[in-house]
């Protein structure tokens, strides 16, 4: 009897969930009708000076990171190392960044009266283990925040530790790679999938920071 009691309960409030979404979903569609998406001049001058300054950066990490993998691929160790070395300078210098600049959006969005809708990370956007954790708590969470402005800082928290996460493992990483020979080939096999999940971490910042550039023009 008390087993049952507990899946009727259960049922009931999972239906009363999924009612409360299919509420939010529709008041959010018509958020998104009224939204002006069009940024201001400044505005648009703002997000593509990050932008161009965020995908610059990754750029040099990426050059590094394949010669590295084709240096090694060809067998010279001591010359993938160095290729590896300043890639992982590279992201150790972005991560901080983008953690910096999550940060100050975070502040800055308090100041924001209303703000466009936020939409939560995707697990399967990411292949790191620990990413596709955190996008997953943000997508369960991100339903039981009731304001956009909480979303936007919640997700903007999310983003910051999920680049603490990538710098880590960059660095462990990197570390294998030079000093265990065994572990080494699947070590070069996760740096490929981290640096695939920057990207995806980089462009959902700037995404970020377009939602937050478009609230301060209004």
Do not use: C
Not at 106 to 114: C, D, E, H, N
Not at 178 to 201: T, Y
Request: hydrophobic residues 50%; positive net charge; charged residues 25%.
């Amino acid at each position: 009897m008390t087993f049952l009691l507990v899946v009727v309960l259960s049922v009931a409030l999972l239906l009363a969930l999924l009612r409360i979404e299919a509420l939010r979903r529709a008041r959010r569609s018509e958020e998104w009708k009224d939204w002006n998406v069009l940024l201001t001049p400044r505005g648009q001058q703002a997000y593509e000076e990050m932008r161009y300054r965020m995908t610059d950066e990754l750029a040099l990490a990426d050059i590094a990171f394949v010669r590295a993998a084709e240096t090694h691929a060809f067998g010279s160790t001591d010359e993938a190392k160095r290729f590896l070395d300043v890639g992982t300078r590279l992201i150790e210098t972005h991560a901080p960044n983008m953690r910096h600049l999550l940060a100050g959006m975070a502040i800055f969005s308090r100041m924001v009266a209303g703000m466009a809708p936020i939409t939560p990370l995707r697990p399967r956007d990411f292949e790191l283990r620990q990413l596709a954790h955190l996008a997953q708590i943000n997508r369960l969470l991100h339903h039981f925040i009731v304001t956009a402005g909480e979303r936007f800082r919640f997700k903007v928290y999310i983003l910051r530790s999920a680049f603490l996460v990538v710098a880590r493992g960059f660095l462990r990483r990197s570390r294998q790679i030079r000093q265990d020979e065994k572990a080494a080939e699947n070590a070069w096999l996760a740096l490929e999938s981290m640096r695939r999940d920057v990207h995806a971490l980089t462009d959902e910042s700037l995404e970020m920071f377009r939602l937050l550039v478009l609230a301060l023009s209004r």
